[in-house]
């Protein structure tokens, strides 16, 4: 039994995530200064290894459970998400101008996080047999406004990021559901059409951040100071890096949140391109994986998840790393399993665990 | 539709490998491609050029006395580094300081790069307790201690000493390749300017690293500064200050604005003072002139910053006489015996002396030191304007004379090309009349008035005058000597250059210096006076002396601008520093330097 649920495992992926935790756990080692004695000491690093250990423990765990099953969860988890998101808008409390957080006991959760992968539960429940019968207006929706509700909340907190998020699982589970290719063109098309209208509702700082991401020198010591610092980390890297603790935009503090959102140019700056292409690639491998693992699952609701969660890491990858190298907007949404954040990295590993499960199953017999 | 799903995900697989190459490349660009560029912006950001600004070089008199020092002052400073300093700060610091927002913001707005902004020097310790104890309210504001010059003896000499600021941008952008930064201390005046090179030194520094706050975290490197050179100078500073007494007090005995006094050693071109009036302190420029200051200076009509014993040009009027005798006595238009018979109006342009006074019989020495008109104006019309020039010009009139100042004129000589030139008409001989009294086209400034009569004192001898003696290392190694530098000899016989010396003596005698001098001055002085017409006031008063007769080391020029007759407005001045000079007022006289032999 040992053996076979071990030769079930995707080794592959396994080892493209714990080789990405392992580097955040060095990448916010250095950039939390664990190396110098009057700095917050091993703290953030303690923090996060303990919550990987535990998660993965956790994730040990669940894989005796088969992911169909939640299945039929599907419309309770949504509503469960529905919420937490009301619950964040109440009592939670804010932080850097957005109300995301709720705590609970020692412990600060992130509900938009977990609301992702929750979403795309829910989701991949609802598309299930829908598949190929995406065709209409009439017959998408429903599933928009399904994605809608939750996407307004989080949009609501406010967490751009995370609501774009939203949109990209959907995009990419409706895509994989067989959605209607000139269907999806127009509202493609209706999108950038009504994008002026959207600007509209955008906050100020919203505003300021795409353009300070179409010109950083906008407002250079403003919001353009963040994207300026962390290019002249990456760049300074050059082909070799600094070397760890080394960097020095990194540890004179010249690099804002080098341990959460902006951990990728601590990468860039310490490790060099050697560093940050070796991080891609691992990202690369694991997003592989992801797509694999869709092809290959025994159902269409193994296979809607894998490309559901794919599609959200994708989209986080793309938009954080693109962020610290100026050729995406800031918006605050953390780099998977690299970025310093107990929920966040809850989350992922989670997904990376609900990848893992889909995989299992794919045969019923192995031999 | 199977396949039609495998598209599908084959699409999503390709869009994750266009994403990953596309986030690889652009590392690539920014860390490959552009990194050493990145490099350097990542240096400019964690390293700051502290500079250690190298200390002044300082003034000594002849003797050693020392006249200029630096002193420590305490300036507030801003600095900004990654976020500008708060309006609140800047708020909080002008009305502490009492220097306006507006001025401050000014300062700020023009400023780039990471060296402090300096807000206010000289500040005092109440200010300085205040922002060192409440330091939170003040972030961004930091206090430097930077030394300043410190003209000991404020506006004594300060036409000579100069004065020093901090470089403007458009001196920087002349004399940046020269190794000149922004706020550096440059010297705008007088020996401060021209001998800039020399005082400033070079400027050390510290490379530091500093954190993002500006903290500094470690040293990266170090170079000491090199203090400036010393200047030892000729002038006597003794003798400067009694220069300096004897022209305030006659001009507020006779309620004149504006004069100069220049005093040499004839033998070597040594110049032992420099007084122009009006003057200005020094140190008012130390931190930036205020604007009420700056207003004061100039808005003075008679220009306290002009040097007028080197910039001035007057008309020579008498004192030109020396020039016009020795040219006659040299080309033989008259005989030392010949006698003259003034009878009042000269009949060419019917002029005569001031006042209508008739002289009646006179030689040429006697002519000389009564200072007649009549005579000279015979003896311009024998000589003509262009035996005239050419003398002039032998005297070293109408060229700088190359002191070591700027700003020195070269005064004019008459002469028919300049007439035609500059006023495109032919040459009068009435007017070889008014130049061969010192008036008419005929300019000379106070100095170059003082190396004429020096001239004659030194036998015909021309030396260059200047006022440094020697430049001195900050550990007293000589690395320049000045020695005297023979410029010329007049080209005139030696018993010309004895009569013109026995006249200039009967003039202290029993010419126009004669009532002031008295018979008991009990050194031997000869002078000349003068009266400079002026067609915008009253006369300029004129007098030249120099002694002792017999082995002169010590020539004066004074000029009194609208002091009406040389006798009665310069040479009270003209005697006070001959007695100053020579110890008659229970001082120590002046002594050469050593190492200058007298001649």
């Not at chain 1, 159902?299 to 959200?312: H, K």
């Not at chain 2, 939170?136 to 201690?145: A, C, Q, T």
């Not at chain 2, 690293?209 to 000729?234: C, F, M, N, R």
Request: glycine share 10%; net charge negative.
């Amino acid at each position: 039994m040992n053996k076979r649920w071990l030769r079930r495992m995707d080794f592959t992926l396994i080892f493209a995530a714990v080789a990405i935790i392992l580097m955040s756990l060095v990448t916010i080692g250095s950039a939390t200064h664990i190396n110098a004695a009057s700095a917050g000491g091993y703290g953030f690093v303690q923090r996060q290894g303990i919550f990987a250990v535990l998660n993965i423990a956790l994730v040990v765990f669940l894989m005796n459970f088969d992911y169909k099953m939640l299945q039929r969860y599907g419309m309770k988890l949504y509503v469960v998400n529905i919420v937490l998101l009301l619950a964040v808008m109440l009592f939670g409390h804010s932080a850097l101008g957005a109300q995301r957080w709720i705590q609970i006991g020692p412990i600060t959760l992130q509900p938009s996080e977990f609301s992702k992968i929750i979403m795309i539960i829910s989701l991949a429940a609802l598309l299930e047999d829908k598949v190929g019968k995406l065709n209409t207006l009439r017959d998408l929706l429903p599933i928009a406004a399904f994605v809608g509700v939750p996407f307004l909340l989080v949009l609501k907190q406010p967490d751009l990021g995370t609501s774009l998020v939203f949109i990209a699982i959907f995009l990419g589970m409706i895509f994989a559901a067989g959605v209607n290719l000139k269907l999806l063109g127009a509202i493609f098309g209706a999108g950038v059409l009504a994008s002026p209208v959207l600007w509209h509702f955008l906050k100020d700082y919203q505003k300021m951040r795409i353009l300070v991401f179409l010109d950083p020198n906008v407002d250079p010591l403003g919001s353009g100071y963040h994207i300026i610092q962390s290019e002249i980390a990456i760049g300074s890297g050059q082909l070799f890096g600094k070397g760890l603790f080394e960097g020095t935009q990194s540890q004179l503090d010249f690099l804002p949140e080098n341990h959460t959102d902006f951990i990728f140019a601590v990468v860039g700056e310490e490790m060099g391109f050697i560093g940050a292409a070796f991080l891609l690639l691992l990202y690369l491998i694991l997003l592989w994986r992801g797509i694999r693992i869709a092809q290959d699952a025994s159902d269409t609701f193994g296979m809607l998840l894998a490309v559901g969660i794919t599609s959200m890491l994708v989209f986080h990858v793309l938009v954080n790393i693109g962020m610290t190298m100026g050729i995406m907007p800031v918006t605050g949404i953390p780099l998977p399993l690299m970025s310093y954040g107990v929920s966040s990295l809850t989350t992922n590993i989670m997904a990376i665990a609900l990848l893992l499960n889909i995989y299992m199953k794919k045969q019923r017999l192995i031999f | 539709m199977l396949h039609e799903f495998e598209l599908r995900l084959k699409f999503l697989s390709a869009l994750i490998v266009l994403v990953i190459a596309l986030l690889i490349a652009r590392a690539g660009y920014l860390q490959v491609y552009q990194g050493d560029e990145y490099a350097r912006r990542s240096d400019g950001n964690r390293t700051r050029l502290v500079p250690t600004v190298a200390s002044r070089g300082t003034f000594f008199d002849c003797n050693g006395q020392s006249i200029v020092e630096n002193r420590p002052s305490f300036v507030v400073s801003l600095l900004p580094l990654t976020a500008p300093i708060k309006p609140e700060v800047i708020t909080r610091l002008s009305e502490l300081l009492h220097v306006p927002r507006e001025e401050i913001d000014a300062k700020v707005k023009a400023h780039t790069g990471y060296e402090p902004i300096r807000i206010k020097g000289d500040v005092g310790q109440d200010i300085l307790t205040v922002i060192e104890e409440q330091s939170e309210l003040y972030p961004g504001v930091i206090i430097e201690v930077q030394a300043v010059r410190d003209y000991l003896y404020k506006a004594q000499g300060a036409h000579i000493l100069g004065y020093v600021s901090e470089i403007s941008e458009a001196e920087l952008d002349a004399r940046r390749e020269e190794g000149y930064r922004t706020g550096d201390i440059i010297g705008q005046f007088g020996l401060e300017r021209i001998y800039d090179k020399e005082l400033r030194g070079t400027n050390g520094g510290e490379l530091v690293e500093v954190d993002v706050t500006g903290k500094p975290v470690q040293i990266l490197g170090q170079k000491a500064p090199v203090s400036g050179h010393d200047l030892h100078l000729t002038i006597d500073w003794r003798l400067q200050a009694a220069t300096e007494r004897a022209v305030d007090d006659q001009l507020s005995l006779i309620g004149a604005q504006a004069a100069a006094a220049v005093v040499m050693n004839p033998q070597t071109g040594e110049v032992l003072a420099i007084v122009s009036r009006p003057a200005f302190d020094p140190n008012l420029f130390v931190h930036g002139i205020s604007e009420a200051n700056w207003k004061m200076i100039n808005e003075n009509p008679n220009d306290p910053l002009d040097n007028k014993a080197i910039t001035g040009e007057y008309p020579p009027g008498s004192t030109f006489k020396i020039v016009t005798g020795t040219a006659a006595l040299s080309e033989e238009v008259v005989t030392p015996n010949e006698m003259i018979l003034d009878t009042g109006v000269y009949w060419l342009g019917e002029k005569g002396n001031a006042g209508g006074e008739v002289l009646g019989w006179l030689d040429f020495t006697s002519a000389l030191a009564h200072s007649d008109n009549y005579y000279f104006y015979e003896m311009g019309y024998r000589l003509g304007v262009d035996r005239l020039e050419r003398y002039a010009r032998m005297f070293g009139l109408g060229e700088k004379t190359g002191i070591n100042l700027p700003y020195e004129s070269e005064g004019l000589v008459p002469s028919r090309e300049y007439k035609e030139k500059y006023l495109d008409d032919e040459w009068y001989d009435s007017e070889t009349l008014d130049a061969a009294i010192g008036q008419g086209f005929n300019l000379v400034t106070p100095l170059q008035a003082a190396m004429v009569m020096g001239e004659i004192a030194a036998n015909g001898q021309r030396f260059q005058p200047y006022l440094v003696h020697k430049i001195v290392d900050a550990d007293g190694k000589v690395l320049k000597e000045y020695k005297p530098t023979l410029l010329s000899t007049l080209d005139v016989p030696d018993d010309v250059i004895r009569l013109v010396q026995q006249g200039l003596r009967d003039v202290t005698k029993e010419g126009t210096a004669a009532g002031v001098f008295g018979a008991g001055f009990p050194v031997d002085i000869a002078g000349k006076t003068g009266t400079a017409e002026n067609s915008q006031g009253a006369d300029h008063g004129w007098f030249v002396a120099y002694g002792p007769f017999a082995n002169p080391n010590i020539v004066v020029a004074v000029i009194v601008e609208n002091g009406g007759f040389g006798s009665q407005s310069a040479v009270p001045i003209g005697k006070r520093i001959l007695e100053a000079a020579f110890g008659l007022d229970g001082s120590i006289p002046y002594a050469e330097a050593p190492g200058n032999k007298r001649r």
